[in-house]
Structures are given as C-alpha cells and as structure tokens.
C-alpha cells in the first residue's frame, strides 16, 4: 500500500491515537484487522520502534493468534535479524505446515542470507499450496533466475495472469527484479508481452525506455519515452527519460526542454534542476547554470552535487575563495566523494598551496586507492610544487596496486629522468615498455628534454619495431 492509500485510510491518525494511548497506560481493544492494518503501516514506513510495540500488543491481546509472530518475524528481517526471523518461522512453520505467509517469508530468509537453494525449496512448497498466487511466482521468477535457470523462470513468467502483469505496481516490482540481476533481454520480453496486450499502458512504454537507457542505447530510450509522453503528457516522468537521455546525446537545449517540462513541484525538482544547470554548462552559459544550481539548493539545501556545479564555475572564473567555500559544503554533505577532494586540491595546486593541495589530494587517494588517475595527479601536483623526490616515492609506495598499469612505470621513469637518476629512469622505462610499447610518448609528456635523447630512442625502437 502506498502513502496516500494509508492517508486515505487515516492510518497516520490511528496511528498517533494508538501511540497516545500506550503513552497513557490505558487499553483498549483492537480488532485483528484493525490491528494488522497499524503494524503494516509501522513496517512499511520503517518505524520499528512503534511496530515492535504494536506487535507486542497484538500478542498481548490474541497470544494464540499466530499472525503476529509472522509479523514478529518482518519486524526481525527488517532488523537484518535473518536468523532470529528463520528460527521462529521454522517454529510455526511445526505448528502451521500449510502456511503459505511463513513459507514465503522463510523462503525470502533463506534468499537474504544467499541459501538459494533452500529458499527454492519454500518457494516451491508455497506454490504446491496455493498455484495463483503472484507473490510467489515473482520469488520463483526471481530465484530461478539467480540460479541461472531462464526456462524455469519465463515458465512462472507466463504462469502469471495479463491482469496482474499489466497492472502498474507489478510491471515496477518485475522490472526491479530483472535489472537487479541484469535481465534486460528478459525485460524486454516481458514489456513487449504487455505492449501487445495493452499498447496504451504506460509504464510499460516507461520501463521499456529505462531497459534501452540502462543499455546506453539513448535513442531507442527516447522512442520509448515518446510513446509515454503521447499517451500522457502530464506524466512527468516521460520527460525526465528523455531528458536525461538528450542530455547523454549532448543535445542540451532540447535536454533543457524535456527537463524543464518534467518539474513536478516536489522535492525530486531539486536533482532535475540540478540536471538543466549542468546542461547549461555546457552550453557555456554560466550564469543560467548558477541561477538553476542556486534555485535547486532552496529546494533540497543538501544537494552536493548543486554545491560542486557552483565551485566548478567560480574555478573557471577565477574565483578561488568562492570556489573553494561551495567544495566546502559539498565535501561537508558527502565527504566520501573523491571528485569534491581532486576539484579542492586542484584550487590549492594552482595557489600553490602545498599544505593543503596535499591534504586534499592524499584524502581523495584514502578513499580510492585503486583509480590510478588520482595516484598520477596527487604525484603530478608534488613535481609541480618542487617536491619530485616525494613524487616518485608515492608512485613507489603505491606501485604494487598497479603493477600492470603501463602509465605508473612511465611516470617514475619520466620523473627520475628528470632528477638525473638515469639508472632508475632506465629501469623503469623498459618496465613500462614491456607492457605498453604503444604508449612510449607518455614519457615525453612529464619529461619533453628526452625527446633528443639517442639513448631513450634507441630502447624504444627495440620494443616498438
């Protein structure tokens, strides 16, 4: 059940009454139903707290109502409590042997904790109970598919009726299930299986441009999205798929267009405007990407990504301090993206600002250690700023890493060529070599003076010719 069909209900009312009166000491009584119907609410919103009192209540009143211990066990799988949820589900597993709720939620246990097989096995005994129900063949699709069985899970595919496979809810759920385990023909299939039956359903028309643009096949996305938007132009979500697929294709105004027309005064407006400035800035208009980067911060004041689009333009204009107060904020909402460190040490690099260029570089190099461009540079900004002893002594502290990178021997050879350690320089270069002949101009790049060097053409035209 979605949030408005709960505020519909006026759960959250009856919600904050029940709460009320636990508050108070009083009791009183609840119906099976009623009291069902909270603690799903409670679990669906992830309050476990409120769900845990709930659940307790309920066994208060009805101690031999087995219900309640198959909501016990939600609540612990919701706790990533897997093997706490298995031991009482097996418990009344003995008790209710037919129980397809226990059966499946064992079988989603076993699933969580990677015991595939057994968890099959659940499933399968859940569907001998009850054949029709969607639930359970979507699991079996699901299992049969981490098990490498398609034939098995298309059976259950088309085991499952039109009605249900068109309905909106279900197409998001398959689909979910396909694309977490890389199924895209599979989706396709599936998709086209509803189009056929129902060309005017829309999120399969949706979902069919997602598939195309998980693929990077951008123009076929579109295709799709223009279906979504004929069918209903009001639906925002047509125009974000297209959008964002423009943007791929580097159309920009028309990306700008379609993003524009998919704002839907909410709180996700925030990443879409976010989207048009940076669609701006590359149209080369910096004070519309600013004016769009700025308007999506008054809508969610913690988007990174805004905060990095406004220092990137003040870098390009010069504007150090500006610059590096929006890095600041942006490192401040998500300290472990490493390009917000690289874009701050590159200001510092550029002020000369060894203490912190430094910093910044070597926190950007804890969090990715195995991207060897962040390596290349933290030992670039170091030969820059005079200290190419050092330099070369990151790359050799780090070299095990990248042993097969051809750039990292090329880099040490360059840099101890320049320090008139030629012993080295030659070592190295031949160690590069061996790997990457091709790229032998990399060693010119960091150190041009070796260009006349008869002795360094010389051992390149032995790996080369």
Not at 35 to 44: G, K, T
Not at 54 to 66: M, R
Not at 115 to 137: C, G, P, Q, T, V
């Amino acid at each position: 059940m979605n949030q408005s069909e709960y505020f519909e209900e006026g759960m959250e009312e009856k919600a904050k009454n029940f709460e009320q009166m636990l508050k108070s000491g009083e009791n009183f009584f609840y119906d099976n139903d009623e009291l069902s119907r909270l603690i799903d609410y409670y679990l669906d919103f992830d309050q476990l707290k409120n769900a845990t009192r709930a659940i307790a209540f309920g066994e208060q009143l009805f101690p031999f109502e087995s219900y309640y211990q198959i909501k016990k066990s939600e609540l612990y799988i919701a706790q990533r409590n897997i093997n706490g949820a298995v031991k009482l589900l097996e418990k009344y597993r003995q008790i209710e042997p037919q129980n397809v709720e226990i059966l499946k939620l064992l079988g989603d246990c076993y699933t969580l904790s990677l015991h595939y097989k057994r968890a099959l096995e659940m499933y399968l005994l859940a569907h001998s109970f009850d054949i029709n129900d969607e639930e359970i063949l979507i699991r079996l699709i699901r299992i049969n598919l981490v098990l490498g069985k398609e034939k098995k899970a298309m059976s259950y595919l088309n085991a499952i009726s039109m009605d249900f496979l068109k309905d909106e809810l279900s197409i998001q759920e398959l689909i979910k299930l396909f694309i977490d385990i890389n199924q895209y023909t599979l989706a396709k299939t599936y998709l086209q299986k509803v189009i056929d039956e129902d060309p005017y359903n829309y999120s399969a028309w949706y979902f069919t441009g997602l598939i195309h643009q998980r693929q990077d096949q951008n123009a076929e996305a579109i295709d799709a999205y223009e279906y979504c938007i004929a069918i209903d132009d009001q639906n925002t979500m047509g125009h974000l798929g297209k959008g964002n697929c423009l943007m791929e294709l580097s159309d920009y105004p028309k990306a700008i267009e379609s993003l524009k027309l998919s704002l839907d005064n909410d709180e996700t407006d925030a990443e879409v405007l976010c989207n048009i400035a940076e669609c701006f800035e590359n149209l080369k208009d910096d004070n519309a990407a600013k004016y769009h980067y700025q308007k999506s911060l008054k809508i969610n004041p913690n988007l990174s990504d805004a905060y990095f689009g406004i220092a990137c333009i003040f870098k390009r204009n010069n504007q150090w301090k500006d610059a590096e107060r929006n890095l600041l904020k942006a490192i401040d909402i998500d300290r472990y993206e490493v390009m917000y460190h690289i874009e701050l040490a590159e200001i510092f690099l550029i002020q000369e600002n060894k203490e912190k260029c430094y910093h910044y570089y070597n926190l950007a190099h804890q969090i990715d250690q195995e991207t060897i461009e962040i390596l290349l540079d933290y030992a670039h900004a170091k030969f820059e700023l005079g200290d190419l002893e050092d330099a070369v002594q990151l790359l050799l502290d780090n070299i095990e890493y990248h042993d097969e990178d051809s750039r990292i021997y090329y880099r040490i050879a360059s840099y101890s060529f320049t320090l008139g350690e030629f012993e080295k320089g030659y070592n190295f270069l031949h160690a590069a070599l061996k790997l990457n002949p091709s790229e032998y101009i990399l060693l010119y790049e960091f150190a041009p003076f070796l260009e006349n060097n008869q002795n360094i053409t010389n051992i390149i035209d032995i790996y080369i010719s």
